[in-house]
DNA sequence: ACCTGAACACCGTTCAAGT
DNA sequence: ACCTGAACACCGTTCAAGT
């Protein structure tokens, strides 16, 4: 049914970044080549070279699709609610396309939204009393942690084909399950809690918590 | 000069990962290929497959090894410290091969010593009154963040080779400074620390503190 | 038991050529 | 301006064959 050589759709640099991005979430960031791309459009590999210089761009440019749909962070409560909201937005950007997440990271920088919200956090921690290292060390983690627990919302291998996965997270569950129970008690209880959280905004709010707390207390700690 | 044919050394699983992972530090990982690694050995690429099922499993059989060389966590001190001892164990193996941490992850579980450490911490977690799903998350990012500063250590690129490297950092760094001063303050003051840290040491002992200070900070608030 | 030769179906990329 | 055909140097992998 539906045509694997694709109605030849309009090719564009947008067009060719919105299917690459929609590749990497069903089939893994693997899936995306430049022939497999230009098959879907129904067009010749060439045809591509002509929108992107070459794979790695349009790689960079997928990374940077993330910062153009980045919600604006608001700037009330403490420092601490705000690096929070910072963390958050990211999270909600990169979750739109978790299969390609990981190319946010390189592309920050690069970025108009990237570097505001660079900026605003680290201006944030600098008028907190972090050192600037501490302060560059807690951005770049903030950017990373974000990537981290979305690539890793279940334990899934992220390379993974989307179809794949879900037999993946099954064969590792039932592996967990069936350790000694007498060696490997608290693993044997989490099985169903590493392979799959069930409550997922859950997941992200505690991970973004926990990211937060940390500052925070170490913060505490250098003033005492 | 350096062979880069090298003299035939004797070809076994654990010489080939061996060599995978000296290629993948001084490479990067995409410098890893069947023909590549079997070109080292001065051997055909199909005489790997003797010894290896394929390059997935390679590339398992590169991630196992950190395992095997993991310092034994002391278990003195009160849960935090022990977590903190776990996850600053987990960076002493990764840093061995930078270029390969990653791959780490997704065999904690097939390694003996990644389960047992993994059991200890979701003892230690559980025992402190965190929820099996609390105790799996952060026993997840545990892994996840140890990864995550490894390869993260300086901002560079962690695919692109060790020659390199250097460059790509250099033009970031030079990049960040020529940024408009009146915009971005914070980013050229921190474009040294964003892209090179002089206190490696001192790098990852922060790193590895903010975590363990987010867990506790989350029990203390759970608590209350 | 361990390795090779030949072959296959893939890659990314270039370059001249078409419209 | 935008796309194609043909070609090149790479991949991983299989399989029959050698020693």
């Known amino acids: ?64 699709r993330f910062f153009e749909h980045l919600d604006p962070v608001p700037t009330d409560g403490d420092w601490a609610d705000q690096l929070r909201a910072a963390v958050a937005s990211l999270v909600v950007a990169l979750r739109r396309h ?14 108009a939204a990237g570097r505001d919200l660079a900026e605003r956090t680290l201006g944030l921690l600098r008028a907190e009393g972090f050192t600037v290292a501490q302060a560059a060390d807690i951005a770049r983690n903030a950017m990373q942690t974000a990537v981290m627990l979305v690539t890793n919302e279940a334990g899934a291998e992220p390379h993974a084909a989307a179809e794949l996965r879900q037999g993946l997270l099954e064969t590792k569950r039932n592996a967990l399950k069936a350790l000694p129970i007498d060696r490997y ?18 997941y992200y709010e505690f991970g973004v918590d926990m990211f937060v707390a940390g500052a925070r207390a170490t913060l505490a700690a250098a003033k005492a």
Chains 1, 2 share one sequence.
């Not at 309009?10 to 690459?20: P, Q």
Request: a negative charge.
């Open 1 to 64: 049914m539906g045509a694997k050589v694709a109605v030849r759709a309009d090719l564009s640099r947008d067009a060719i970044v919105d299917r690459s991005l929609a590749i990497a979430d069903a089939e893994g960031i693997g899936a995306i080549t430049i022939r497999r791309v230009a098959q879907e459009f129904g067009v010749t590999p060439m045809a591509l070279y002509w929108h992107v210089k070459n794979k790695d761009e349009l790689l960079d440019a997928m990374g940077d």
């Open 185 to 202: 008690p608290h693993l044997v209880e989490a099985a169903d809690a590493m392979t799959d959280c069930e409550d997922v905004d859950g």
């Open 98 to 111: 978790p299969g390609a997440a990981h190319l946010a990271a390189a592309r920050v920088m690069h970025c």
